[in-house]
Antibody, heavy 122, light 106 residues
Framework: QLHLQESGPGLVKPSETLSLTCTVS??????????WGWIRQPPGKGLEWIGS???????NSNPSLKSRVTMSVDTSKNQFSLNLNSVTAADTAVYYC??????????????WGQGTLVTVSS | SYELTQPPSVSVSPGQTASITCYGD??????ACWYQQKPGQSPVLVIY???KRPSGVPERFSGSNSGNTATLTISGTQAMDEADYYC?????????FGGGTKLTVL
């Protein structure tokens, strides 16, 4: 059964870069059948899609965040990563990683990682 | 940018049918996904391709999508179904989520 786990600092200073890694187990990040996605949820608010990446390194990002987002895949470690630069308090959120694709369709996210809270504060 | 609109809250009595709507321009021409999120937990996919249930999702969950509105229906609602529900679709290579609906089982 596929399992995803986010990891990274829980506290980031304003103007610095938020860096998170998602480790995939029970499956391969090199699969040609899926993409891998990042989603965030500010405390008490709704979900916001950040972007997705394919094993080849091809990416797609939310236009509202695109200029600050970098994503990568490390097939040797079965991981994919997110960097978000120039963070502000507005970037404080629970960050989730997820597999993009279910039932032969690449539209939905399943499963999701447990999420990790990142707070932006000095 | 594309928007999906959900009612902030829906209430239902146990055993009754709950319907949660998601409105978006020409949404019926897109595939809709629905997620359930309980407090302190990650979202879980409950409907994909408008109306299909992932393995393990109870049959009381169903979906439809036509025109500008996608609907998640929960028949015979149980207390365990109390949660936030989010719709999601794609527009111009961007995933869009609805604002979420809090389902209360009274």
């Amino acid at each position: 059964q596929l399992h995803l786990q986010e990891s990274g600092p829980g506290l980031v200073k304003p103007s610095e870069t938020l860096s998170l890694t998602c480790t995939v187990s029970g499956g391969s990040v090199s699969s040609t059948d899926y993409y891998w996605g990042w989603i965030r949820q500010p405390p008490g608010k709704g979900l916001e899609w950040i972007g997705s990446i394919y094993y080849s390194g091809s990416t797609n990002s939310n236009p509202s965040l695109k200029s600050r987002v970098t994503m990568s895949v490390d097939t040797s470690k079965n991981q994919f990563s997110l960097n978000l630069n120039s963070v502000t308090a507005a970037d404080t959120a629970v960050y989730y990683c997820a597999k993009l694709g279910y039932g032969g369709n690449l539209n939905c996210l399943d499963p999701w990682g447990q999420g990790t809270l990142v707070t932006v504060s000095s | 940018s594309y928007e999906l609109t959900q009612p902030p809250s829906v209430s239902v009595s146990p055993g009754q049918t709950a319907s949660i709507t998601c409105y978006g321009d020409n949404l019926g021409n897109k595939d809709a996904c629905w997620y359930q999120q309980k407090p302190g937990q990650s979202p879980v996919l409950v409907i994909y391709e408008d109306a299909k249930r992932p393995s393990g999702v109870p049959e009381r969950f169903s979906g439809s999508n036509s025109g500008n509105t996608a609907t998640l229906t929960i028949s015979g609602t149980q207390a365990m179904d109390e949660a936030d529900y989010y719709c999601q679709a794609w527009d111009s290579s961007t995933a869009v989520f609805g604002g979420g609906t809090k389902l209360t089982v009274l």
